[in-house]
């Protein structure tokens, strides 16, 4: 789900917002070897029964406070 803020300054009609970017990480037990599905993607489970995946800037979050339009984004659930 996207979630749209903005704010409009008054006298200057900027964007009154701080953003935050971040990673979405994914983690999956499985059988050693075996592969699953993240996200639409094979992973491999690697030998401690874990497939890992970190999704690079999937998230963001806004605060208010300073001078930037902000989307709020949120990491995909897998379950």
Known sequence: MNIEILALAEDTGTGEW???????????????????SILGMKIKVGADGYA?????GGKAHCEIGGKEQCTARYCESIR
């Open 18 to 36: 701080i953003r935050t970017d971040g990673d979405c990480t994914y983690e999956v037990q499985g059988a050693v070897g075996s592969e699953v």
């Open 52 to 56: 890992r995946y970190t999704q690079s």
